[in-house]
């Protein structure tokens, strides 16, 4: 089979790779119908984590069942299925708690998995998915081929827009500001939507992109950054602020933005991976109640609620791919993300 | 009439005063009944807050009505009034999203109003209370005397304890701990127990402060302070940590601890006033989606809610106070404070 690697900055092949087989009673076999690229996997594509040695990449997938073990109860060979970004197995106390990116067994597509066996990555034909009953969520059928691009933001951007949202309690009626106009602020934009806000100003100054959030449901673009981003926002709501503001950068500029943004006693919901460790400033957050909550978003526990409204057609989050690549064309699919040619890419095996 | 001032550290006084006097038509003048010391006076008084000049004290007290300006509708002549911690308008658009101490005429005791005029501190014979609809709450009749200690709480630890805890969504089944064992983490028990938590530990090595917090309703006490304290916190519930975790002391070791102690997905709700600013850890926060939530406590929106406890005795948290002084010794309630003799002092004029 053929497989996406990373060797180092800017470094990405598709190779040869085994093909994975089951290796425990628990395991599922999937052979991929379509991967795409994270933003996340941008920062070692950058250099800004360090690759020590080459391995598998890519966390976000959808495919077909091939085979399951003997212990799988709820997928079976056939099934066209979701794979969470992260693997977890269902029954730890943080996976009953909705926190499956907490689960005691938890680890990452391209890596090792509990029982200290390698598991591929998502960019490439098959992955063998450990604790599958826990990590996979099979759809009562098979998917019409257009909804394909919005199941696959189910692995990752929609859920964690979702968790943006969700974290920041948005509402019916809510005022809302997105900080962030990647693939995770546009999903975070329609989630808010999705969950009754009456007004969303997504923060754009990318035509395309702002294009994307008013077909999402912005009501308002605001392009100005920074502090002045801020004022502009709190102007927009009344001189308060907005009700939420979901984060979906990870800098400490775009924190502070985002801080800016709040009214007195609203929330930051923040799925932005923390990009150099902003540290939060208790003192601004103390005297205006302002309240922080996200954090790396349970998707698995998400994808069941926002399936329904997929399948039934009343959202189309795969809208955030302007871009559709085969698989061996991985590394412009990596090339157009960091040069912003392209919000998202979507990989054909 | 007689008013406590602070001259600088260790250094507290009580002395002639002005009466006050209607100055605006939104104003109310109150005699005092009883007033407090709070642990946040001992700031000054320890000479951690400078005290550039002389001022008027107190900001925690419960009185009658003697005059009220003819804007005035809510609190009439003769009215037994608790006064919350802050001076709010009540119409602003943050008074009506329920955060009092955000409004946007928000003033403190023993400073100037928004109008630029004198106020009394509450810890003295008699105090001007501007936009007096706003910032006080009149009882439907005179209480007992007995309950007067329980409705003096609700000017400042008693609404900040519950804020601690609603911010952290302390509910029915909750799992909670509670780090500061002073007036306000004591009530903070009481708070939870409250709002239904099924077990509350209250972090505390002192054997009187232990004893009020099992009165309050802790079902666990856990003496271990730091990662210790934690270590132990997460122990007892089952290896996870606590659902919500109330920081009623405000250091950056505090809110550390008490981050330790919540569960992944769980919430810390703090009221501890940051002292020396102690920053946020994000990437901690990020990767176990602890989410941080609380502010500056608004007890004017919290106490309509609480009073009806208070009145029909279901809730008694007057029992914080456990020494009372006539007003003139109020130097002796702040040493007897400052050296841990007693939780809270009442002052009688």
Redesign the interface.
């Known amino acids: 089979m053929r497989a996406t690697m990373i060797y180092g900055p800017r470094d990405i092949r598709v190779e040869d790779a085994d093909e994975p087989t089951l290796a425990l009673p628990t395991d599922a076999v999937v052979r991929v119908v379509a991967a795409c690229v994270c933003g996340s996997d941008l920062w070692p594509y950058r250099g800004v984590q360090p690759t020590p040695a080459p391995h598998p990449i890519g966390h976000e997938f959808v495919g077909l069942v091939e085979a399951v073990g003997e212990e799988v109860g709820t997928v079976k060979v056939g099934d066209f299925v979701i794979a969470p970004f992260a693997i977890s197995d269902g029954t730890c106390?943080?996976c009953r708690?909705?926190?499956t990116?907490?689960c005691t067994e938890l680890r990452w597509w391209g890596s090792q998995d509990s029982a200290g066996l390698v598991t591929q990555g998502g960019q490439g034909d098959m992955v063998r998915v450990p604790l599958a009953d826990g990590t996979l969520v099979a759809l009562p059928g098979q998917p019409a081929a257009d909804l394909v691009p919005s199941l696959l933001t189910l692995s990752d951007v929609m859920c964690t827009g979702h968790h943006a949202a969700s974290?920041a309690r948005v509402g019916p009626g809510s005022t809302v500001a997105v900080v962030g106009d990647g693939a995770v602020g546009l999903c975070a934009v329609l989630a808010a939507r999705r969950l009754g806000a009456e007004r969303v100003v997504a923060m754009s100054r990318h035509q395309a992109r702002q294009d994307l959030a008013l077909e999402f449901g912005a009501t308002d673009i605001v392009t100005e950054r920074g502090e002045a981003g801020a004022a502009r926002v709190r102007q927009i709501f009344?001189?308060?602020g907005a009700d939420a503001v979901l984060e979906c950068v990870g800098t400490k500029e775009s924190?502070q933005q985002s801080l800016d943004c709040t009214?007195?006693?609203g929330?930051v919901g923040?799925v932005g991976?923390?990009a150099g460790?902003?540290?939060?400033?208790?003192?601004q957050?103390?005297?205006?109640?302002?309240?922080?909550?996200?954090?790396?978003a349970?998707a698995r526990a998400y994808i069941p609620e926002l399936l329904g409204d997929v399948l039934e057609r009343r959202i189309a989050p795969g809208r955030v791919f302007d871009l559709e690549l085969p698989l061996e064309e991985a590394p412009e699919a990596y090339a157009a993300m960091d040069a912003r040619r392209a919000i998202k890419v979507l990989l054909r095996p």
């Open positions: 106390p943080h708690n909705g926190i990116t907490s974290s009344g001189g308060v924190m009214r007195p006693g929330f923040y991976v923390p460790g902003p540290e939060l400033p208790i003192g957050m103390f005297s205006n109640n302002l309240n922080v909550a996200g954090g790396v349970p």
